[in-house]
């Protein structure tokens, strides 16, 4: 199955910092999602970005399909982004047998501290 | 307009019961998927329907099915429980389970502690 991982693993930061999350994915896909999980467990929809860029206030993000990545940029950084954020994709050309089905990376676990 | 909604939050049950969790989608939504997501194993997808009939499935033991009753509101069931059964169980709804331009709100999650 398609393999979807995300780095860094772990990332520490100060307040005011930025930082960059990168999503690596092995096949092409229909749609990718950026979450974040917040302390309780919900998941948060950042972003849809299939391809191209999209900013929303201090997150950006951007996705090549063709090179088979996404990068979500976090910028000026607060303690209040403190969470996990995934990656997600959903498989292209998968004749509608992928309803409903993202596959997640692994997660980026950001601290941001005071 | 109300998320989704599910009930309960958390639970503990012993080895061999079963459990029922609940999801109420956002109103007008007619897709609900199921997510199991653990510490080792990450998030996975366990499966989607769409009124009321099961689209798709993930790579999970026969113990774990799922309903869709006719308001959208999906049950998922996980019948004889083994301790790797404990996770945070997330259901999504969105308004067709096609991704493509569609935003997917999820839950906030039942926790499931399996002794």
């Known amino acids: 199955g398609i393999q979807v991982e995300q780095s860094p693993p772990d990332l520490i930061l100060q307040e005011g910092a930025n930082s960059t999350l990168r999503c690596n994915f092995s096949?092409?896909?229909?749609?990718l999602q950026w979450f974040h999980q917040n302390p309780w467990g919900q998941l948060i929809n950042l972003f849809y970005i299939p391809s191209g860029t999209k900013q929303n206030g201090r997150l950006s993000a951007t996705t090549v399909a063709t090179e088979r990545y996404s990068l979500l940029y976090i910028s000026s950084s607060q303690t209040t982004d403190s969470g996990v954020y995934f990656c997600?994709?959903?498989?292209?050309?998968?004749?509608?047998?992928?309803?409903?089905?993202?596959?997640f990376g692994q997660g980026t676990i950001l601290t941001v501290h005071p | 307009k109300a998320g989704v909604t599910q009930t309960p939050r958390y639970l503990i049950k012993t080895r061999g019961q079963q459990v029922t969790l609940s999801c109420s989608p956002i109103s007008g939504h007619r897709s609900v998927s199921w997510y199991q997501q653990t510490p080792g194993q990450g998030l996975q997808f366990l499966f989607e329907?769409?009124?009321?009939?099961?689209?798709n499935k993930g790579n999970f033991p026969g113990r774990f099915s799922g309903r869709q009753f006719s308001n959208s509101r999906s049950e998922m069931n996980v019948s004889t429980l083994e301790l790797g059964d404990s996770a945070l169980y997330l259901c999504?709804?969105?308004?067709?389970?096609?991704?493509?331009?569609?935003?997917?709100?999820f839950g906030e999650g039942s926790w499931l502690t399996v002794v």
């Open positions: 096949d092409s896909v229909n749609n």
């Open positions: 997600a994709v959903e498989l292209g050309n998968a004749g509608g047998t992928s309803y409903g089905k993202l596959t």
């Open positions: 999504a709804s969105s308004l067709t389970g096609d991704f493509s331009g569609n935003t997917i709100y």
């Open positions: 329907y769409f009124s009321e009939t099961q689209r």
